[in-house]
């Protein structure tokens, strides 16, 4: 099981980017499927969470600008990203807390994956 991200870059402030999360494997269910952040010198953050039911969670500074969505049959996630500010910027994470995939018929469990992280830069 690999999680891969893709779409980062670099964004002028007030502009936007999308992030994908692309789940290989033959997977059976994820979840929840979550994207954090990690900026230079400071610790991991979880920015959003996006649960197989819908629901979705953000932290306080992305609240209202960045929108989660889950294709749970393609086992895919994007995070879209509006109205970018310069401390958005970081190494974003795509991680699956749990993962259950087939393997020769027969249910498999992966914990805590992660992708390799992709940039996003915000500045004029």
């Known amino acids: 099981v690999q999680l891969v991200e893709s779409g980062g870059g670099l964004a002028q402030p007030g502009g936007s980017l999308t992030l994908s999360c692309a789940v290989s494997?033959?997977?059976?269910?994820?979840?929840?499927m979550n994207w954090y952040r990690q900026a230079p010198g400071k610790e991991r953050e979880l920015v959003a969470t996006?649960?197989?039911?819908?629901?979705?969670n953000y932290t306080d500074s992305v609240k209202g600008r960045f929108t989660v969505s889950r294709d749970v049959a393609e086992s895919t996630a994007k995070l879209e990203m509006n109205n970018l500010k310069p401390e958005d910027t970081a190494v974003y994470y795509c991680?699956?807390?749990?993962?259950?995939?087939?393997?020769?018929?027969?249910?498999?469990?992966?914990?805590?994956?992660w992708g390799q992280g992709t940039q996003v830069t915000v500045s004029s």
């Open positions: 991680n699956a807390p749990e993962v259950i995939h087939i393997i020769r018929g027969l249910p498999a469990y992966e914990y805590d994956v």
């Open positions: 494997g033959n997977i059976f269910r994820i979840n929840t």
């Open positions: 996006a649960a197989s039911d819908g629901n979705s």
